[in-house]
């Protein structure tokens, strides 16, 4: 019975208070919620699961949200990780037949708690490779920042991993990287400005063009193949 009058009475003041121009306002500067945000003013959670990860954390959102509120994704800064998968999102599904979501996006949140499920793509289906020059053209898993470890596979498509476009990892926060003994050479600023702090170089290597490895500042070690000319 108390509730319904205090309904009616907050009703009544938001009647009034909109013709006063909203006074409350003033106590509610950086957009923390109040109230008569969402529904009841109820407050729902979204909560990320590992989904078959072996390693890691999940992150942990420091708050609810309400109805209608912006969500945007925490990124997989607890370094999740599968044995031959990359991480590649979330879904709201586990099977990843539901809504998938990735970094850098937002969803609007719905009357009800949300549960997001770590996805998994086999390494071999992150990368685009050209099929004459066996070039590795592009990296597609996960958000617009790939995963701090990065593992390149030996074929993409049945294609032999042959090389390694220029800039394709530039400044993305990279930690470590596993290269193919089948690289034969690796484009201008490939790598330049992650934080890679050892390297080893693949067996077949022969060329290692401008700036590819540059600007990593705590790299200390670096194992060379036999095969390295230029």
Do not use: K
């Amino acid at each position: 019975m108390v509730r319904t009058i205090v309904r009616y009475a907050v009703a009544g003041m938001v009647m009034t208070l909109v013709a006063c121009g909203n006074p409350l306002q003033e106590n509610n500067e950086g957009g923390s919620p109040t109230a008569f945000d969402g529904q009841d003013g109820v407050a729902y959670t979204v909560e990320y699961h590992a989904n078959g990860a072996e390693s890691g954390r999940v992150p942990v959102p420091e708050r609810g949200y309400f109805v209608g509120e912006s969500v945007p994704l925490l990124r997989n800064y607890g370094g999740l990780s599968r044995e031959d998968r990359t991480f590649d999102g979330w879904n709201t599904e586990p099977d990843g037949t539901g809504t998938q979501y990735y970094i850098g996006e937002a969803f609007s949140m719905p009357d009800h708690d949300v549960d997001l499920y770590a996805q998994w793509s086999e390494d071999e289906r992150c990368f685009a490779i050209d099929a004459a020059t066996g070039r590795v053209t592009l990296y597609l898993c996960g958000d617009p920042n790939p995963p701090p470890h990065i593992t390149i596979p030996d074929t993409v498509e049945e294609v032999i991993v042959r090389q390694i476009a220029p800039a394709l990892f530039n400044n993305r926060s990279l930690t470590s990287v596993d290269l193919p003994d089948t690289v034969a050479e690796i484009g201008a600023f490939a790598f330049n400005g992650n934080d890679l702090t050892e390297i080893s170089l693949p067996r077949d290597l022969e060329i290692i063009h401008t700036n590819a490895f540059a600007r990593n500042r705590d790299l200390t070690s670096i194992e060379f193949g036999t095969s390295l000319r230029e």
